[in-house]
């Protein structure tokens, strides 16, 4: 288990955590999540989960104000070509 002071450290932890696991194909960016150790059914989602054109997925946090930003072809093949 790994305790963050707040939800924003939780947060970015688990930003970090995830991109500098990106070379395992297993992982699920998306999927990624976050919640208190006194509420775990209450779950925060880290990455936006939206679907873009050709599949791809936005690159951004959770609720972020702006456009949706897609990953390149090029970042998804070097992201499981390890």
Do not use: K, N, W, Y
């Amino acid at each position: 288990m790994v305790t963050s002071a707040d939800l924003a450290a939780a947060r970015q932890l688990a930003i970090e955590l995830t991109r500098s696991l990106r070379f395992a194909p297993e992982l699920s960016r998306t999927e990624t999540t976050v919640s208190a150790e006194c509420d775990q059914l209450v779950q925060h989602r880290v990455f936006c989960d939206r679907l873009l054109d050709a599949g791809r997925r936005c690159l951004l946090a959770a609720d972020h104000p702006a456009a949706c930003l897609a990953e390149s072809p090029r970042q998804r093949i070097s992201r499981h070509s390890i």
